[in-house]
C-alpha cells in the first residue's frame, strides 16, 4: 500500500494530522495481529497482502478506507473501528503490471473482501462502495481484479432499516460492466451467495484448489431444509473445475495472483516479441496416421511466444482446448480440438466452451488463431440428448459474429460442419485459412461418406469380405481427394504451408489486420457460460 500508511504519528504535526495517522494504522493488518495470524495459520494471506502482491508498488489509492460495519446500534463504535475495519472490503485503483504497459494501460481497479473481518460478508456500506467503484470503473474504462471470497450478505448490519435488500444496485453494476472491460475474479477459500455472484459475472475466474463456491452456503442451504452441508462440500473445485466454473485451478494464493497478472495482461496490449521454440518441431507434433490421437496443446506452446501460454478451463469439455497467448508480443485467443478426446469432435460442453471464449475474445479485441483437428459435430442419441442442436449451433453464431481477425490452421482433419464451426462457418470466413501437408477435408468423415454415398451398392454385394474391400478402396480414393492441396487447387482454402512457417505466416497476417482497425460497433455482454 501506499508508504505514508504506516507512518508513526509525529510530535511535531498537528493533532488533526496525528489522529488522522493514528486511524490510518487501525486499518492496517499491524492493528489487528490475532486476526493476521489466525489468517495465516489457516493457510491464507491477508487481503492487503494479496493487494500488496498484485499492484505495482506505491500506485493503490484507496477508496473508503475509513467505512466500518454498519452496526453502531448493537456495537461500540471504537470496537466497530478496531474490528470491522474498511467494513470488510478493500478497495481503490492501482497500476499492474507497469513496467511493461507503462502508466496508462497498467492502471485497474482492485477489490478485495477482507475475510478476516465478518467472514468477507457483505455490508451495507461495502455494498455502497461497491457502487462508487463499479461507477469509476465504467468511467474509465478500468480492467478490474477482484478477490471475492467470502459469505454472502451480512444479516448483522442493523443502522439501516431494511425489509429485502433486494435494491441493491451493486449487482447490476457490475453485471452492466460485462463487454466493457475486462474483469478477472480470485476466489480462495469459502465463496458463497452474493460474493459467489461477484464471482460468476465476472470474465474469467481464477480459484485456488481449496476453493467452494455456491449460490448459497451452509445456512441457506439448511434453511431451504436441503439438510447440514460442510462448507467445503457445498461447490468444491472437484465439481466446479470439471463443470467448467472456475477458468485457472492454481494451488494457492501466490500463484493466483502471478496467474492473475498474467491474464490481466493479455488486456493490457501488445508487448516487445518474446522468443520461441524451434519451429521446426511443428512438423513432427500431427501423427502420419489419421486415427492416432495426439496433445495439441505442445503446438499451440511452440506457436506462440515462449512461457505466454495460459489454458482456460481445461478439466470442462476437454475435447475442446481454450487458450491466452502471444506471437511475437501480440495478444491473442486460441481454440483448438483435442484429439485425445471424443476424437476432437464437437460436442455440446465444446461448443459452449468456444462459444463463450470467442464472445471474450470478440468483447475485448483479441484475435483468434482456430488450430483445426476435427471429425465434425458428435452425432448420436446421447450427444442430442445434451441439447447438441442448440448448444452446438451456439459456436457457429459465436464465430459468424467475430470482428476480430480469425485464423484458421488445419492440421490433420477438417469434417463437416465441426470443422466449419472452427472456422467461423466457412473456410472463407477467416482472413486467412491455410492447412498442413498432411491435413484432408471433406463434408463428412471419409468412410462414413463412403458408406452413405454407396449404399445401394454394397448392400447389392452379399460377401462380407468383398463388401469391406470396396469400401477400403473407395475411402483410399476419397483420401487421396480429400487431400489440404486438391482443396487448395480448388481455392477452397488460402494456402497450404510448411507447418514451421505458420508462425511467422499469424504474424504477419495480424500485422497486416492490426493496419486496419475495427470499427466501432454496439457492446455486447460477454456470455457468463
Not at 472456475?246 to 488486456?267: N, R, W
Request: aromatic share 4%.
Amino acid at each position: 500500500m501506499a508508504e505514508h500508511d504506516s507512518q508513526e504519528p509525529d510530535d511535531s504535526l498537528r493533532e488533526d494530522h496525528r489522529y488522522l495517522l493514528r486511524r490510518r494504522r487501525l486499518t492496517e493488518d499491524q492493528a489487528r495481529p490475532e486476526a493476521v495470524e489466525r489468517r495465516h495459520a489457516a493457510g491464507g494471506r491477508t487481503a492487503r497482502e494479496n493487494l500488496d502482491d498484485l499492484v505495482d508498488p506505491g500506485s493503490f489509492v484507496e477508496y473508503g478506507r475509513f467505512a466500518i460495519a454498519a452496526q453502531r446500534n448493537r456495537r461500540d463504535v471504537d470496537d466497530l473501528i478496531a474490528r470491522t475495519p474498511a467494513d470488510g472490503l478493500i478497495a481503490g485503483t492501482a497500476r499492474i503490471n507497469g513496467d511493461r504497459f507503462g502508466t496508462e494501460r497498467s492502471t485497474c481497479a482492485v477489490l478485495s473482501y477482507d475475510y478476516t473481518v465478518l467472514a468477507g460478508t457483505q455490508g451495507v456500506l461495502g455494498h455502497r462502495k461497491k457502487d462508487r467503484l463499479f461507477e469509476l470503473i465504467e468511467r474509465l474504462r478500468l480492467p478490474t481484479v477482484f478477490f471475492a471470497e467470502g459469505g454472502g450478505g451480512r444479516p448483522g448490519d442493523t443502522d439501516h432499516p431494511v425489509v429485502s435488500s433486494l435494491d441493491v444496485r451493486a449487482f447490476a453494476l457490475w453485471a452492466k460492466l460485462s463487454g466493457l472491460v475486462p474483469r478477472i475474479a480470485i476466489v480462495k477459500g469459502r465463496c458463497f451467495a452474493g460474493n459467489a455472484v461477484i464471482a460468476g459475472c465476472s470474465d474469467l475466474i481464477v480459484a485456488t484448489e481449496d476453493a467452494t463456491i455456491g449460490m448459497g452456503g451452509p445456512a441457506m442451504i439448511a434453511g431451504g431444509g436441503l439438510g447440514d452441508v460442510h462448507p467445503d462440500d457445498v461447490g468444491p473445485i472437484s465439481t466446479q473445475a470439471p463443470n467448467g466454473v472456475v477458468d485457472v485451478v492454481v494451488p494457492d494464493e501466490a500463484a493466483a495472483v502471478a496467474v492473475t497478472k498474467t491474464l490481466i495482461g493479455y488486456f493490457q496490449g501488445t508487448t516487445a516479441p518474446g522468443p520461441a521454440a524451434d519451429q521446426t518441431a511443428l512438423r513432427t507434433l500431427v501423427p502420419e496416421r489419421a486415427r492416432r490421437a495426439y496433445v495439441v496443446n505442445p503446438i499451440i506452446e511452440t506457436l506462440a511466444d515462449t512461457g505466454t501460454v495460459t489454458f482456460l478451463r481445461e478439466r470442462f469439455a476437454p475435447e475442446m482446448v481454450t487458450a491466452l497467448a502471444r506471437i511475437e508480443g501480440r495478444p491473442v485467443g486460441v481454440i483448438a480440438n483435442n484429439t485425445r478426446v471424443m476424437a476432437g469432435a464437437i460436442t455440446a460442453g465444446a461448443a459452449d466452451k468456444a462459444a463463450r471464449f470467442l464472445q471474450l475474445c470478440e468483447a475485448f479485441g483479441l484475435p483468434v488463431i482456430s488450430l483445426i483437428d476435427c471429425p465434425g459435430y458428435m452425432v448420436g442419441p446421447a450427444a442430442e440428448a445434451e441439447g447438441l442442436v442448440r448448444r452446438g449451433s451456439r459456436l457457429l453464431v459465436a464465430g459468424a459474429s467475430l470482428t476480430v481477425p480469425l485464423i484458421a490452421v488445419v492440421l490433420r482433419r477438417g469434417y463437416g460442419l465441426g470443422a466449419q464451426a472452427m472456422a467461423g462457418g466457412s473456410l472463407h470466413e477467416p482472413l486467412l485459412t491455410v492447412a498442413w501437408p498432411g491435413a484432408h477435408l471433406g463434408p463428412m468423415g471419409l468412410e462414413g461418406a463412403v458408406r452413405l454415398g454407396m449404399r445401394k451398392e454394397l448392400e447389392a454385394i452379399a460377401d462380407d469380405a468383398e463388401r469391406e474391400r470396396i469400401v477400403a478402396q473407395a475411402t483410399a480414393a476419397a483420401q487421396d481427394n480429400a487431400k489440404a492441396l486438391n482443396a487448395a487447387m480448388l481455392f477452397e482454402i488460402d494456402d497450404v504451408i510448411d507447418p514451421a512457417e505458420t508462425r511467422g505466416v499469424i504474424a504477419s497476417t495480424l500485422a497486416a489486420a492490426a493496419a486496419h482497425p475495427r470499427p466501432d460497433l454496439p457492446r455486447r455482454f460477454v456470455d457468463t457460460w
